[in-house]
């Protein structure tokens, strides 16, 4: 296992910002976090990093304690935080290098940088560097030891599309050479286009853990189909066995339903006993966001905990 959590609780004088964690995270794939603000997400990865010690509970990272062992978990696993403070006045080999002195056995400057799309500003001061082209700088940072688990902490907040895409085609390499990564997130778009796994956080303690498609499979959201028909079809036919009509949109004939698969064998029935052609079928299942709103909402004590 990558990451081991058992009963991690960690408290702010009286305000409790972890409640009982309990997470297995096996080696490889990527795993979101995502949560409101003050859910915990960033108090827990702090933990993951040795960067702050639990009130209770059990943390083990590649098998090592990171509150005891903090020295030698470093050299195991990239961290990317919130917000990095990179030297203005280096250019980004320089960057790269002089964290890499930090490591007993880093990748050259070059390799690094090119892992990143930055080689071409190797030589490019990084206070000249783009918003995007900083988001990778830290990552190259993080990635200058060639970890084995990689934690990022909200590392697309502030980029333009562009740039998140290009951060997304990063993190994916580096999977795909079968490291780990956890994510925290709250772009809930961006943790179900890239995330294997996604633990949702509320008020300290995790009300969901699964897929993408489990979760939103598992939720009981409502799914919509827009049907077009050539023909004689009355629309009131499929409003029946919990499938809603709600009317005309435009050509089709729009309906709400929480078992779409069920929906269109009925409507493959009707059609053909009907003999009315489908010209068009267009089906729109709850997203992760409609999933997250569900199972995790807006916490009471929202901004108390990070």
Request: net charge negative.
């Amino acid at each position: 296992m990558a990451i081991e959590i058992q009963g991690l609780v960690r408290r702010y004088g009286p305000v409790e910002a972890l409640r009982g964690i309990n997470l297995s995270i096996p080696s490889g794939g990527i795993v979101g976090l995502l949560g409101p603000n003050g859910a915990g997400k960033t108090t827990l990865v702090e933990i993951l990093e040795g960067l702050r010690e639990p009130t209770a509970g059990s943390v083990t990272v590649l098998g090592i304690d990171p509150t005891r062992q903090s020295r030698a978990l470093r050299q195991r696993i990239g961290v990317q935080l919130q917000s990095t403070a990179l030297p203005l006045d280096l250019t980004a080999g320089e960057v790269v290098r002089l964290y890499a002195s930090f490591y007993e056995r880093p990748l050259a400057a070059g390799q690094v940088l090119d892992r990143v799309d930055l080689a071409a500003q190797a030589r490019t001061l990084t206070r000249n560097l783009s918003g995007g082209q900083r988001q990778r700088l830290a990552l190259a940072i993080a990635l200058v030891h060639d970890p084995e688990l990689l934690i990022l902490d909200e590392p697309t907040t502030g980029l333009d599309p562009q740039a998140r895409r290009a951060l997304h085609e990063l993190v994916r390499r580096f999977r795909a050479e079968g490291k780990s990564v956890i994510l925290t997130t709250h772009y809930i778009e961006e943790a179900e286009q890239i995330c294997d796994r996604v633990v949702m956080i509320r008020s300290g303690t995790v009300v969901a853990d699964g897929t993408p498609f489990d979760l939103m499979g598992r939720a009981g959201g409502t799914s919509t189909l827009w049907i077009a028909c050539e023909g004689a079809f009355d629309p009131a036919l499929l409003a029946r066995d919990g499938v809603t009509y709600n009317g005309p949109e435009g050509v089709h004939h729009r309906y709400a339903t929480r078992d779409p698969a069920a929906a269109i064998v009925v409507l493959g029935d009707l059609l053909r006993e009907h003999r009315v052609t489908l010209t068009d079928l267009r089906l729109r299942r709850p997203t992760l966001e409609d999933v997250y709103l569900e199972l995790v909402g807006e916490p009471a004590d929202a901004g108390v905990a990070t």
